[in-house]
C-alpha cells in the first residue's frame, strides 16, 4: 500500500490531500482489524473503563463521513446523521456500540 496523500486528478490540492487521507485510513483499519472476532472487536478492556474497537470504527466513520461534506461545502444530511451519529452521547462519551460484527462495521464504512 502506498500512502502518498495524492487525490484525484480532477480534485483540488487540498481536497486531494484530505480525500486520499480518509481513504488511506479507510484501507489501513482495513489491514489493522482484518480477523477480528466479534469478542475482540466489543472489548472493552478489563474493566470496560475503555472505548471498544466497534465504537472507535463508528467514531472514525462519522467523523470521516463529516469530513467528506465538509470537502463538498455541504451540511451533513439529517437521514445520514441519525443512520451514522451521533458523534457523542449526553455524557461527552463515544456512543455504546454491541453485538455489531467487524464485517457489519466496515461494510457500513
Known amino acids: ?23 488511506e485510513n479507510s484501507q489501513r483499519l482495513q489491514v489493522i ?5 466479534n469478542e475482540e472487536v466489543d472489548y472493552k478492556g478489563l474493566n470496560n473503563n475503555f472505548n471498544s474497537t466497534a465504537q472507535l470504527i463508528k ?4 467523523v470521516d ?10 451540511p451533513l444530511p ?4 441519525e443512520q451514522y451519529g451521533p458523534m457523542l452521547d449526553a455524557n ?3 456512543p455504546m456500540v454491541k453485538g455489531m460484527s467487524l464485517n457489519t462495521l466496515m461494510s457500513k464504512y
Open 33 to 37: 482489524t482484518d480477523g477480528m472476532s
Open 92 to 94: 461527552n462519551r463515544l
Open 78 to 81: 439529517h437521514h445520514l446523521k
Open 65 to 74: 463521513l463529516n469530513w467528506v461534506y465538509r470537502m463538498k461545502d455541504q
Open 1 to 23: 500500500m502506498l500512502y502518498d496523500l495524492q487525490g484525484e486528478a480532477n480534485m483540488s490540492p487540498i481536497v486531494g490531500i484530505l480525500y486520499s487521507a480518509v481513504e
Open 59 to 62: 467514531h472514525i466513520m462519522y
